[in-house]
């Protein structure tokens, strides 16, 4: 079989499957581009199952482009709550502001000026644009170049970028111009649910009979990758201080790092874990603790969020003092533990605050 035979048999044979396939969802043949922009900003690295909740409580909750733009940011914030990658919750927000003013509240409807909206990539580009206007753009993701290099035996690195380059033009090659949109969603769902990372449903494949890797008998092989992340390990002391009427400090992440506009209790990074007599030689200990009358500094197990690229180790100190001091020059805030659902937290915060074998009385 040639190479442009084997293309099209490729793609007849995965709208073949797709057509037998069920994997219902709730944005699925969705045509209004603001639900399709919502729901795969929510899916971006995020499983289905953890997702739909969260698409379910926005689209209910903002059920227009205006109402997200109007949204007040921590409430948003608070409803991302969880789903982690907080930039995309941020880039959701300011891009429904740019949609209501800029373009009156009306989604884009070309795919370069989808492309230029903050926060979507190519994938999401494509995807509203094929999805809502049926513009012939193929998604290229992690599920694509392993279907794509499992089934022509493709074996450059994926994160090179020779590699993303020839995946791309292969993409765009065994697209389905006459319905780009269904044939997206095959390959997605086909990535999902068969040519899966991990044992995927060969034996079941109508593809298997043309698939490079399943003759070559070489599934493990597929896709190649040049490097392995190595993950960096932070330690992070959150300083959870506690007053005698059960008011805490809390305070915004506003730097460039993790977690933007999330709330957090005063921290303290250091290089390795650390032990109470060096937090207690730490500026910003001596700093937050000054005067206050400290009684008693207990801290809890590690908690560990794993990320991207780094691996966050929190230890919470449980303090409890006399009394906080008014700093008026401080963004801290004073708050009553019991307020403390109201705001967005860190993952780690929150299974902290939600670890119920805890010694703390908090939520
Ligand atoms: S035979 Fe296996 S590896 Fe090949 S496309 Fe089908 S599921 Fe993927």
């Known amino acids: ?12 044979g995965l709208l ?62 608070k409803l991302w709550e969880g789903l982690g990658y907080y930039s995309r919750a941020r880039n959701l927000h300011a891009t429904a502001k740019i949609i209501a003013t800029e373009y009156k509240g009306i989604f884009p409807k070309d795919y370069k000026t989808i492309l230029s909206l903050k926060g979507v990539g190519p994938y999401t580009a494509a995807a509203i644009a094929s999805f809502a206007y049926g513009l012939p753009h193929a998604v290229v993701d992690g599920n694509v170049y392993r279907v794509l290099s499992r089934y022509f035996g493709i074996d450059l690195a994926i994160d090179s970028t020779i590699g993303k380059k020839e995946f791309t033009k292969l993409a765009g090659a ?17 990535g999902a649910t068969y040519c899966t990372p991990k ?12 698939c490079v890797a399943f003759q070559e008998k070489a599934i493990a092989k597929y896709p ?8 960096r390990t ?6 959870v201080v506690e007053d005698a009427k059960s008011q805490v400090l809390i305070e915004k992440r506003t730097g460039k790092d993790i977690w933007q506009q999330l709330y957090q209790f005063p921290l303290i990074e250091t290089e390795v874990a650390t032990n109470e007599d060096a937090l207690k030689n730490q500026d910003l200990f001596k700093a937050i ?75």
């Open 1 to 12: 079989m040639n190479e442009k035979k084997k293309q099209q048999y490729f793609t007849k």
């Open 16 to 77: 073949n499957w797709y057509r037998t396939s069920d994997r219902p969802m709730p944005w699925k043949g969705e045509k209004n581009p603001y639900l399709i922009w919502l729901s795969e900003i929510i899916l971006q690295q995020t499983r289905v199952e953890q997702g739909l909740p969260y698409y379910e409580r926005f689209k209910a909750k903002y059920p227009t482009v205006i109402d997200l733009a109007n949204a007040p940011e921590d409430e948003l914030m």
């Open 174 to 190: 065994v697209l389905d111009v006459t319905d780009p949109g269904v044939y997206n969603q095959a390959i997605m769902d086909f």
């Open 199 to 210: 044992a995927p449903k060969c034996g079941h494949c109508n593809l298997k009979k043309s």
């Open 224 to 231: 190649f990758k040049s490097k392995k992340l190595k993950k």
């Open 234 to 239: 932070r330690y992070f002391n959150f300083l």
């Open 289 to 363: 603790l000054k005067s206050t009358g400290l009684k008693s500094l207990v801290p809890s197990k590690p908690f560990s969020q794993m990320l991207s690229h780094q691996k966050i180790v929190a230890v919470f100190w449980k303090i409890k003092i006399a009394k906080h001091k008014n700093d008026a020059k401080s963004d801290r805030k004073i708050i009553a533990s019991t307020d403390l659902e109201n705001y967005a937290f860190p993952r780690v915060i929150d299974l902290f605050l939600q670890d119920k074998t805890l010694y703390l009385d908090m939520r």
